[in-house]
């Protein structure tokens, strides 16, 4: 855990969270500032930076959180299609520098993104 990140709180459940799925390696919880009628964030509780620190020692957890990420969507009722967006780094727009991804759905969305 990396004390001063607010994703490894929420995952030791020191700051709370609305959950929507937890399991020994992910958490998915609702969005604070929505963007979507859904809008759940996927991150895994080991701390991993961004997509940018994606490595063969760590990228099972992609696999398992896209797994989560399509039990989710199925659940939520997502069936006429969802987003999934990872922002890295400055330019992507990453603002919680703890690797997330964004399960949008809900309504329809615009492409590209601004
Ligand atoms: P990013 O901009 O890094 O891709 O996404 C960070 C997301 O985390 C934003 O959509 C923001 O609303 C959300 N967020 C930031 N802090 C918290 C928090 O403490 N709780 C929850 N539930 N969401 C948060
Ligand atoms: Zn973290």
Known sequence: MKMDCVFCK???GEIPSNKAY???????????DPQAPVHILIIPKEHIGS???????NSAIVAHIFEVAAKLAEEK???EGFRIVSNAG????QTVPHLHF???GGRSMEWPPG
């Open 10 to 12: 929420i995952a030791a």
């Open 51 to 57: 997509c940018a620190d994606i490595t063969p020692e």
């Open 77 to 79: 009722g997502l069936s």
């Open 90 to 93: 400055k330019d992507g727009g």
């Open 22 to 32: 937890e399991d020994e390696k992910v958490l998915a919880f609702y969005d604070l």
């Open 102 to 104: 964004h399960l949008l």
